[in-house]
């Protein structure tokens, strides 16, 4: 079993709607981040946290360090939004382990 | 400016082949790494170094042998390749504990 699991692990929906993609983990960590990796193959780191939330435009990150879980929100949907994200979590130093993403699909 | 960038983008070789991929980064991190992502396209660590200083090895086999020459550069040297090291490999970089910024990956193919 993953140390890190993401749902759902695909998800589509129409322009304009508000999207929830989940990450649980079962061990301790120092932070998590949500990575964006778009049909080319870049990634782009979105957040880094280790409490509380983030916003950065339309999309917002929430971790719960005692439930040992996160969630990735993106708010008015659009078709660029397509990608892969990926929840990752750092394990003491500097390892970090990988959940197996979220392919998004937006739908015009 | 490419904050991290890798050379090749594209390498198709036989097996049993060697070859090496050149990461740099100029954001001035101390810390690189470089991971594998498979054809379910997981990625998983193989290496880091935090200034030159081998950090993290993760059981990957002996043919991979990463070097840094410097805290900017990562390079990585795969010997006797085999078709089970198809896949893409990324070059990161970050501040210790910070955010990481990713190279846009080199897609190694072995014929």
């Known amino acids: 079993k993953n140390e890190v699991e993401q749902s759902p692990q695909n998800l589509t929906a129409q322009e304009g709607e508000f999207i929830t993609i989940n990450c649980s983990y079962s061990?301790?960590?120092?932070?998590l981040h949500w990575l964006q990796q778009h049909p080319g193959g870049g990634i782009v780191s979105l957040f880094m946290?280790?409490?509380g939330k983030k916003k950065h435009g339309r999309l917002i990150a929430t971790i719960n360090i005692q439930e040992k879980h996160s969630s990735l929100h993106i708010t008015a949907s659009h078709p660029r939004d397509s990608a892969v994200y990926i929840c990752?979590?750092?394990?003491?130093?500097?390892?970090?382990?990988f959940g197996t993403g979220t392919r998004l699909t937006i739908i015009p | 400016d490419t904050a991290v960038s890798q050379t090749p983008k594209y390498l198709v070789t036989q097996m049993g082949n060697d070859k090496s991929i050149k990461c740099e980064q100029n954001?001035?991190?101390?810390?690189m790494y470089w991971y594998k992502q498979d054809s379910k396209k997981f990625l998983k660590i193989m290496f880091s170094?935090?200034?030159?200083?081998?950090?993290i090895n993760e059981t990957v086999p002996n043919r991979f042998s990463p070097k840094s020459p410097d805290k900017a550069h990562l390079n990585l040297h795969i010997n006797s390749l085999e078709l089970g090291d198809s896949a893409v490999y990324f070059c990161?970089?970050?501040?210790?504990?910070?955010?990481?910024?990713f190279g846009d990956g080199t897609r190694l193919s072995i014929l």
């Open positions: 990161a970089s970050s501040q210790l504990m910070g955010s990481q910024h």
């Open positions: 061990v301790g960590i120092s932070a």
């Open positions: 946290l280790s409490s």
């Open positions: 990752a979590v750092r394990i003491g130093n500097e390892k970090l382990t």
């Open positions: 954001l001035g991190h101390d810390t």
């Open positions: 170094y935090n200034n030159k200083e081998l950090i």
